[in-house]
């Protein structure tokens, strides 16, 4: 029998064919985009894109396919620098763990695609670091967590378009909308560090009464004290322990 696919994010990479590859297969390279930082990430990253995957790559052809049948395909574009990225996972129609708001898997390879178009454009060879939380409480009606922070109108902001809010210290910070899904977004901020903030959702119908807002920062080229300014000023930002990651 043929699963039905959808297909869940499809996206151009700023890379050739063989250094888009090479990130979807070598775990040092995966490391700069998937996920957030965590005492298990290499463990992951081994289980998810060595162990469990099958690699096709024929010609023009390169595939992973996954036993889940969750299938990443990197495909030529007109541009020889540039490749086409798309991941497709099966139909939802009989699958018992689905409950019809949120797709946790979905969720994550948006983002995980994201982070990676973010690594190759912004900062190709560099390594990441991480600021992320997750289960943060969404808020009541009339004290949603995002409007709090200043990021409630980004869902009228067109893609492509300026996002900025004050922070509690009073700094400005300032970003472009990259992209946004019904359940999360990514803003490139911009400053002393070119950063990627995604920000998913989790409806009050699976997250009851007020929903979850996870949060993942990607950050690169920073020294250790800068990136504990960086820890302090968005743990204090998003109201969240400083150990939080």
């Known amino acids: 029998m043929t699963l039905d696919r959808r297909r ?17 297969r070598r775990p040092e390279l995966i490391r700069r985009w998937y996920a957030w930082d965590t005492d298990d990430l290499d463990e992951r990253i081994r289980r998810v894109f060595v162990s ?22 990197l495909a030529p574009t007109g541009d020889p620098a540039r490749t086409s990225l798309a991941i497709d996972r099966p139909s939802h129609e009989g699958l018992s763990f689905y409950d019809g708001v949120r797709d946790a898997l979905d969720e994550s390879w948006v983002a995980d695609a994201h982070q990676l178009q973010f690594a190759l454009a912004a900062h190709p060879g560099e390594e990441r670091h991480t600021w992320a939380v997750r289960g943060l409480d969404a808020g009541p009606h009339h004290d949603r ?25 009073g700094t400005l910070i300032g970003g472009t909308l990259v992209y946004r899904t019904p359940l999360q977004f990514g803003v490139h901020l911009h400053g002393f560090a070119e950063s990627l903030l995604v920000v998913m959702e989790h409806p009050a119908a699976v997250r009851p009464p007020h929903g979850q807002v996870d949060v993942t920062l990607s950050t690169y080229g920073l020294d250790d004290a800068l990136r ?10 998003w109201r969240v322990p400083v150990g939080a990651r």
């Open 8 to 24: 869940i994010v499809a996206l151009d990479l700023n890379a050739d064919a063989d250094t888009a590859w090479a990130h979807v």
């Open 52 to 73: 469990a995957p099958r690699a096709v790559s024929d010609g023009r052809r390169r595939e992973l396919h996954w036993p889940d049948s969750t299938v990443l395909r």
């Open 145 to 169: 967590l995002l409007d709090r922070i200043g990021l409630h109108g980004v869902r009228g902001v067109p893609i492509g378009g300026h996002v900025s809010t004050r922070r509690p210290d």
């Open 228 to 237: 504990e300014q960086v820890v302090r000023r968005w743990g204090s930002w």
